[in-house]
Antibody, heavy 115, light 107 residues
């Protein structure tokens, strides 16, 4: 059975950086379009970034609020997705989920940006 | 930027039909998807490509599309269906756009 296991997250001061990881198992990660979605406390879901499969061109797209500050990457040899968060702002405080946007979602990683 | 809009809340009694709507100008041309999210948990896909239901989702969940409005219907809502429901679709650049979510209360 497929799953996504997340690691990373934590507390960081404004302007700081953090890296999230998401290890996939039990499904064909190489052919999957992988996404990061976040949810601020008490708020709705917000799409953050997507990395299409290499077979489908490998395009990367970002939501406007994070473009230029966050970097999505993937290592298909390790079946792992990453999100590098930089120049963090208090508004980036949220639970971050990795997901295929179909069946598979990670358990979420809490990122708190505060001074 | 493109938006999809949901009503903030829906309330039904157990056994009644619950309808949750999602509106967006691109919905006639782009698929809609629906998630159920219970407190503290990751979302669960309940409907994909407007009206397809994953095999593990109860038959009381169904999806439909009419013009610019997608609808998630729960026939005979149960207490266990109480949750937040989110629709999503894509814009002309194929980027994902979530609705604001609808809180379903069953009481």
């Amino acid at each position: 059975e497929g799953r996504l296991q997340q690691s990373g997250g934590g507390f960081v001061e404004p302007g700081g950086s953090l890296r999230l990881s998401c290890a996939a198992s039990g499904f064909n990660f190489t052919n999957a379009w992988m996404n990061w979605v976040r949810q601020a406390p008490g708020k709705g879901l917000e799409w953050v970034a997507r990395f299409k499969s290499k077979a489908d061109g490998g395009a990367i797209d970002y939501a406007a609020p994070v473009k230029g500050r966050f970097t999505i990457s993937r290592d298909d040899s390790r079946s792992t997705l990453y999100l590098q968060l930089s120049s963090l702002q208090t508004e980036d405080t949220a639970v971050y989920f990795c997901t295929t946007l179909s069946v598979f979602w990670g358990q979420g990683a809490l990122v708190i940006v505060s001074s | 930027s493109y938006e999809v809009t949901q009503s903030p809340s829906v309330s039904v009694s157990p056994g009644q039909m619950a309808r949750i709507t999602c509106s967006g100008d691109e919905l006639p041309r782009r698929f809609s998807y629906w998630y159920q999210q219970k407190s503290g948990q990751a979302p669960v896909l309940v409907i994909y490509e407007d009206k397809k239901r994953p095999s593990w989702i109860p038959e009381r969940f169904s999806g439909s599309i009419s013009g610019t409005v997608a609808t998630l219907t729960i026939s005979g809502a149960q207490m266990d269906d109480e949750a937040d429901y989110y629709c999503y679709s894509t814009d002309s650049d194929d980027n994902v756009v979530f609705g604001g979510g609808t809180k379903l209360t069953v009481l």
